[in-house]
């Protein structure tokens, strides 16, 4: 992996925090292979990565929560432009690739999403994922597609 000199310190703390995300992506096919924030809204993360915005001091991440959730958001096809289903699915994915269900499922849609998703078997998990989160251009697409609900 190659980054600014800069942020070469905080390589081990963002490759711990990235690990359980990547964990949750095992099986997943199609994901980006590397991250590049120049020029674009919507950053491809590269595992593990480090996301613009993030505060951080010499030895380490200030935000290491954030850090977790932005990396999996930047995964997310549609992030904030979905119908309340989509939320639903939405929410569930983060709940799912975050580990974090209190922030995500607080509504009854998400949290019975959350329960679908959860309940899949792992491999049928991995096809559903590969089938949502690959959806992007399907996001930016003059007749958007639907992308797939839970």
Do not use: I
């Not at 995500?104 to 998990?125: F, G, I, N, Q, V």
């Amino acid at each position: 992996m190659c980054v600014e000199s800069g942020v070469a310190g905080l390589l081990p703390e963002a490759e711990r925090l990235a690990r359980p995300v990547q964990e949750r992506l095992r099986g997943v096919r199609g994901l980006p292979a590397r991250y590049d924030a120049r020029g674009t809204a919507h950053p491809y993360p590269q595992a593990p990565g480090l996301l613009p915005g993030q505060d951080f001091r010499p030895s380490g991440l200030t935000e290491p929560e954030r850090y977790t959730r932005d990396l999996a958001a930047a995964l997310l096809p549609c992030s904030g432009t979905q119908s309340r289903d989509g939320l639903a699915t939405e929410n569930a994915v983060m709940s799912w690739l975050t580990g974090e269900r209190d922030g995500y499922t607080t509504d009854a849609e998400s949290a019975a999403a959350d329960r679908r998703l959860r309940a899949l078997r792992p491999a049928a998990r991995a096809d559903w994922l590969t089938s949502y989160l690959g959806d992007r251009a399907a996001c930016h697409a003059p007749r958007r597609g639907k992308v797939p609900g839970l």
